[in-house]
């Protein structure tokens, strides 16, 4: 019938048991996940839309069929198809599951991948039913919001599931893509002896292109710009009506996609509710919610004022900065040519802190404004001209000897250096080193030094 039709155009691997091709390859996700793979738990993989993970989870059936798993036990799914009956529902999933157990009626443990489950209402009944029924399945799940399980239903699959956050590419992973050698010669060697070859000149041009265009698979596949600003738009317009207005059923669809850009505009820059407010023609407790939206959707990240206190938390209310989860969208939004690299840099430094370091971010706006302070108070500092750098050190460890902390990080555009006074330390960082040198490396080579 009509889905077992469907089904076949979705799981090619069936007819031949062929490997996907055309894919890029994804180590840091893959390596996470192969390591789930002999658990029960159902794999949840959770990220922005268009991140890459209908392409992450064909290289897990890559993996699978390695290894040696008969094509017809793994069956994937999208479930945004606009060719399932409108009114998806459970029915929709048994119809799925039932179609694929007849037709090609898999012999010990089988694989599911669902693809943006979220489309079927109530979607965690039916998964929770069929994990307690059945062990020689495994499920893997995607979707596009971090509360991907509704509240009320959340518990149902407690502990019966581990979940992995998806990005697009970090700068990392873009560099592994154009020019794998580079990363190469990264890896092979330390901190200080890496900073005296000039890979920084060979990485800088790329950086550069980076910081422009973003981390999107299809827009780093891409080389024209005017065609992947259209397609960044396409995405931005999708999230917005697909991901925030379906999902939280918001009938100011102007207000939202206006403060969407509003946040975007004003990456890194502290945001204030009243103003923004008033800029979509809204008021502070709308914005609050949307915001809370655009957030769950990974469109937007913001950070807190950083407080050594539980105490202080509570007690004063400050404004929070927002960050995007990817440059692209801040150029396809932004018409006039200013000159905003320090917002670009700034907004990738963050995303490498949270997504790459996995560290809770914050600021520090207190007799002087540091742009990142970490969850232990190391403060991260960011400098792009030499006439600033002196003025940047100084606030760093006036900082750190006022609130006795061990160090700190100063990303500046060409120099590597630990600097220490009385056993503290500024260690100044290449923008670049720190995006390509894993976290731990770094940190090694300042305990070292």
């Known amino acids: 019938g009509r889905m077992q039709i469907l089904l076949e155009q979705y799981n ?10 055309e ?12 390591g789930f793979l002999d658990r029960r738990e159902i794999v949840v993989l959770k990220g922005i839309r268009r991140s890459g993970k209908s392409s992450l989870q064909k290289l897990i059936i890559n993996e699978l069929l390695k290894t040696g798993v008969p094509p017809h036990n793994i069956l994937f799914m999208n479930l945004e198809d606009y060719r399932l009956s409108s009114e998806r529902s459970l029915q929709t999933l048994d119809e799925i599951y039932t179609t694929y157990l007849e037709h090609k009626k898999p012999r010990g443990k089988y694989y599911i991948f669902l693809d943006e489950i979220q489309e079927i ?39 019966r599931h581990i979940s992995l956050e998806i990005f697009p590419f970090s700068f990392r992973e873009y560099l592994f893509y154009k020019d794998n050698s580079i990363i190469e010669e990264v890896d092979a060697r330390t901190p200080d002896s890496l900073f005296l070859t000039d890979v920084g000149e060979t990485i800088t041009p790329l950086l550069n292109r980076y910081l422009d265009e973003g981390g999107f698979p299809e827009i780093v596949k891409h080389d ?3 065609d992947n600003i259209l397609l960044l738009q396409q995405y931005l317009t999708d999230i917005i009506l697909k991901d925030i207005t379906r999902r939280f059923n918001i ?22 509710v009243t103003r923004a407010a008033e800029v979509v023609g809204s008021n502070r407790t709308t914005v609050l919610d949307l915001i809370a939206y655009l957030k769950e959707v990974y469109l937007i990240n913001t950070t807190s004022h950083f407080a050594f206190s539980p105490q202080e938390q509570f007690e004063v209310t400050r404004p929070k900065k927002a960050y995007c989860i990817d440059n692209g969208f801040y150029s396809a939004i932004k018409t006039e040519s200013r000159k905003d690299y320090s917002k670009r840099v700034k907004n990738v430094i963050f995303q ?46 006036d900082f750190i000897n006022r609130h006795n902390i061990r160090q700190a990080i100063l990303i500046n555009p060409d120099k590597l250096q630990i600097m220490e006074e009385n056993e503290r330390k500024v260690i100044q960082l290449p923008l670049w080193m720190f995006l390509v040198k894993a976290r731990d490396e770094l940190f090694e080579f300042i305990k070292e030094h």
């Open 121 to 159: 209402p109530e979607f965690e009944r039916w998964l929770r039913t069929q994990y307690e029924q059945n062990s020689a399945v495994k499920f893997f799940i995607t979707g596009s919001s971090s509360s991907l399980f509704s509240t009320d239903l959340a518990t149902l699959l407690t502990g």
């Open 12 to 21: 090619p691997h069936w007819k031949a048991g062929d490997l996907y091709e």
């Open 352 to 397: 490498h802190l949270r997504f790459q370091w996995e560290r809770e971010v914050y600021y520090w706006n207190e007799r002087v404004m540091i742009d990142f302070v970490l969850s232990d108070g190391t403060p991260v500092g960011v400098v792009f001209d030499n006439n600033e750098r002196d003025q940047e050190i100084y606030k760093l460890f």
């Open 23 to 34: 894919l890029i390859d994804r180590p840091q996700y893959v390596n996470k996940i192969s």
């Open 251 to 272: 009938r100011k669809i102007d207000v939202l996609q206006k403060l969407a850009l509003y946040l975007i505009y004003n990456m890194g820059n502290l945001i204030n």
């Open 224 to 226: 024209h710009r005017e």
